[in-house]
């Protein structure tokens, strides 16, 4: 039941995409794959994970998941893509569907969205497991940054998306809808729980000076490090710094786009009648 990683590093969003294989069998789950966007000329491009498909079919891996830790609000996934490329089934969190209603008022989607999930393959909630040749992935719900927050353990590695950084980083933000500091901190709590041995992959680094990107993290390090959730740090303090630190955030620079494509798996919006399609930019919303 032994699995390896490899990581690919996107540096325009500063996204971490992970490739999970069995080593049994040779099947390949791909966790957070970024999809390239040019937003000052609304261009897409799939070059980090043709990188990546092209390393797999070196090693004759077959991708069967495509894993999301939740619909994030700064780069696009190019699920959608690797689905069409490879068969692979996208899996998400059952609470998507929370996100998808939300959004899809944020943008006046009416009958162009389906707030069912059913853009995805697989939802799952806590306690599901998927199987990966010989490897049993588990699913736990980790909400707080979103409510759709999932992270997925096999063996002695957790692939956490966006719910904790690296210990110099600290937390994610909790004030996009529906997220919630105090879930954010309980969550953690039973990452941490997990055992010192176990390797945290993250979803995202943003690297203070000096120091080269890093994309995993064990237990014991968070533990002991980090700067926001580290032992002896209550609940009620996390809140507080969390609360107030979300205050003085920007708006992601990707939020508007990633959002329209990411709710939709990776698709695009339907093309209109000149063949092509749009995302929307509302005014003086955010």
């Known amino acids: ?6 990581t690919y590093f996107d540096q325009d969003t500063s996204t971490a995409s992970h490739i999970l294989i069995d080593d049994a069998t040779n099947l390949a ?33 077959q991708v069967k998941y495509v894993l999301e830790t939740h619909a994030h609000a700064d ?7 690797i689905r069409k490329q490879t068969g692979a089934q996208i899996v998400i969190g059952k609470a998507i569907t929370q996100v998808q209603h939300t959004f899809s008022a944020v943008f006046n989607e009416g009958d162009n969205l389906a707030c069912d999930g ?9 306690g599901d497991s998927l199987q990966l040749g010989e490897s049993c992935i588990s699913v736990m719900a980790t909400p707080g940054h979103t409510p759709a927050c999932v992270s997925y353990l096999v063996n002695d590695t957790v692939f956490v998306g966006d719910t904790i950084f690296m210990p110099d980083v600290g937390s ?15 969550s953690v709590q039973r990452l941490l729980g997990l055992g010192d041995e176990v390797t945290m992959y993250l979803c995202h680094d943003y690297p203070p000076a000096g120091r080269d990107v890093q994309t995993h993290v064990t237990v014991a390090e968070q533990r002991q490090n980090n700067i926001h959730m580290k032992d002896g740090v209550s609940e009620d303090d996390f ?9 003085t955030l920007d708006v ?12 939709r798996a990776g698709a695009f919006p339907t093309a209109e009648d000149n063949g092509t399609a749009y995302l929307k930019l509302p005014l003086n919303l955010l």
Not at 45 to 53: A, C, K, V
Not at 172 to 186: K, N, S, V
């Open 252 to 263: 992601p620079r990707l939020i508007l786009p990633s959002l329209q494509v990411n709710i």
């Open 239 to 247: 809140v507080a710094m969390r609360s107030a630190r979300d205050e």
């Open 29 to 61: 789950a791909i966790i957070d794959p970024v999809m390239g966007f040019d937003q000052k000329s609304g261009r897409t491009n799939f070059d980090l994970i043709t990188t990546m498909l092209l390393r797999l079919k070196e090693t004759g891996a």
């Open 118 to 126: 059913s853009q995805f393959d697989v939802l799952v909630s806590e």
């Open 75 to 81: 780069h696009l996934t190019s699920a959608d893509y």
């Open 172 to 186: 994610a933000r909790c004030d996009f809808p529906g997220g919630d500091a105090r879930t954010l901190y309980q």
């Open 1 to 6: 039941m032994s699995t390896k990683v490899e």
